[in-house]
Nanobody, 125 residues
């Protein structure tokens, strides 16, 4: 199985940047499509970004496209989410997730098997 731990959340001013990291354990990590999701209070968990096993394919929600970048380093068992020009509406708990799929971007929550506990990102002045 795969275990995931997110770090990097905190209080950020609007317009600032933040980098989230997800450290994974498990021998199948390198073969998994990975994703980031977020959930704001009172709202459903939503897709943020996804990346294929070798990083060759990435996908983003329209709300973060051009501002967020997902990347992975399989040698370090790490997936990152670089968040730039943060807005108050980006405030949410951000979750790292590992899919059972090996290829292609996955955008649906039911396409992911393993989840981290989440890290809170608050964008406020």
């Amino acid at each position: 199985q795969v275990q995931l731990v997110e770090t990097g959340g905190g209080l950020v001013q609007p317009g600032a940047s933040r980098r989230l990291s997800c450290v994974a354990s498990g021998r199948t990590f390198a073969a998994n499509v990975m994703g980031w999701f977020r959930q704001a209070p009172g709202k459903e968990r939503e897709f943020v970004a996804s990346i294929s096993w070798n990083g060759g394919d990435t996908g983003y929600a329209d709300s973060v496209k051009g501002r967020f970048t997902i990347s992975r380093d399989n040698a370090k068992n790490t997936v990152t989410l670089q968040m730039n020009n943060l807005r108050p509406e980006d405030t949410a708990v951000y979750y790292c997730a590992a899919s059972t799929a090996y290829y292609s971007v996955r955008r649906r929550i039911d396409e992911y098997r393993y989840w981290g506990q989440g890290t809170q990102v608050t964008v406020s002045s």
